[in-house]
């Protein structure tokens, strides 16, 4: 690794500290570097906060040393006001000069914008460094802004005999196939994604609440596709305690301030009807979790980016079988007893 790849990985790693907090906007993280020392580093927060230069630079004590320094970006410094002013700016102002940038903002507002900005103002500007890995970090982001869509993560848990439920069940709750451990970890996930998307039967059968109750974080918003309108007020998800979407062909409710009812067409391209509205709504990503139909659907249509599938310590016999997944494993741990297998869509 050598010395700009060193200081890209540390804001690789700052920016990871924001997963969760920032959308609509990306994951970054900076480093300013004075003589083989960091001098300032810093990482976006929150959206409509401080990027991450502007608190690399507002640590830098001896504003001085940075007529003399290099400042790294994961992403593109901003060119453009939006809720704060732009980074460039921030950068010229400073007389910075040397930029090192992991990867350009796919965003149009930026989009290349901020590296001529700052090469007009002649500031020697090196882009690329670190850019898989950068490009990775921001995934969801870059999903949002390339393919028009949602960054989306299908999630399930299976018994070791191939069942995610049983036939029947006596209370309408979950059947927990997994130990305390992978449950806990599940509930970070929601805290780091945008959205949770479940079907009619999951909530029916379940009475989920899909709240982040096992982790501290930011409730992921509910996404409930009712066809029928079959939910009725009495279920969990309409509980008005986080921001709900229900995406029914019935007739639209009145809406409230924690949920929204949208017309939606359900046929064979509904999926994709689906994806336009959330990205229509800004959301950048979205966990699907069930059940059975709602996930094979997702993946017969091949649209999923990522698949986290527990295989927990028990067997069920007989049950409702798990989707069908004939993609290798891109890697594998052990929680406990329980297996979790995760699969990327390449």
């Known amino acids: 690794m050598n010395t700009h790849e060193f200081y890209m990985n540390r804001c690789i790693q700052l920016a990871k500290n924001g997963l969760g907090q ?37 640590s830098v004590k001896d504003k001085s040393l940075l007529k003399e320094a290099t400042i790294y970006v994961s992403l593109e410094p901003c060119s453009h006001y939006g809720k704060t002013p732009p980074c460039c700016n921030l950068i010229i102002e400073n007389e910075i000069p040397q930029v090192v940038i992991g990867t350009i903002d796919p965003f149009s507002e930026v989009a290349g914008k901020g590296i001529k900005r700052l090469e007009e103002a002649g500031k020697k500007v090196i882009v690329g460094v670190l850019e898989s890995e950068c490009k990775e970090l921001n995934r969801r982001f870059f999903t949002f802004h390339t393919q028009k869509r949602p960054y989306i993560i299908l999630k399930w848990a299976e018994s070791k005999d191939g069942f995610i439920a049983p036939l029947q069940k006596d209370k309408k709750e979950p059947v927990w196939l997994t130990n305390v451990y992978s449950r806990q970890l599940v509930h970070k996930w929601r ?134 997944f004939l993609f290798q494993s891109k890697t594998q741990s052990l929680i406990e007893k329980d297996q979790l297998k995760i699969y990327r869509n390449i």
Do not use: M
């Not at 480093?31 to 976006?44: A, D, L, N, R």
């Not at 379940?206 to 309108?229: C, F, H, S, V, Y």
């Not at 017309?263 to 966990?287: A, G, P």
């Open 22 to 58: 920032t959308y609509p906007n990306p994951l970054v993280g900076s480093v300013i570097v004075h003589q083989g020392k960091i001098i300032g580093e810093g990482w976006h927060r929150k959206a409509g906060e401080p990027h991450a230069e502007v608190h690399a630079v507002a």
């Open 191 to 324: 805290t780091e994604e945008q959205a949770i998307l479940v079907g009619t039967n999951t909530v029916l059968e379940d009475n989920p609440t899909l709240n982040a109750r096992d982790w501290k974080g930011k409730n992921p918003i509910r996404i409930i596709l009712d066809k029928n309108n079959s939910i009725d007020d009495t279920y969990f998800v309409k509980n008005q305690k986080q921001p709900t979407i229900i995406l029914t062909a019935g007739k639209k409710k009145d809406n409230s301030e924690n949920c929204i009812y949208e017309n939606c067409i359900f046929d064979s391209d509904t999926l994709y009807e689906v994806l336009k509205k959330l990205y229509d709504y800004n959301i950048q990503s979205v966990i699907i979790e069930g059940g059975a139909r709602t996930l094979s659907s997702f993946i017969n249509k091949d649209l999923w980016d990522e698949a986290r599938v527990f295989i927990g310590n028990s067997y069920l016999i007989n049950g409702i079988k798990s989707p069908d």
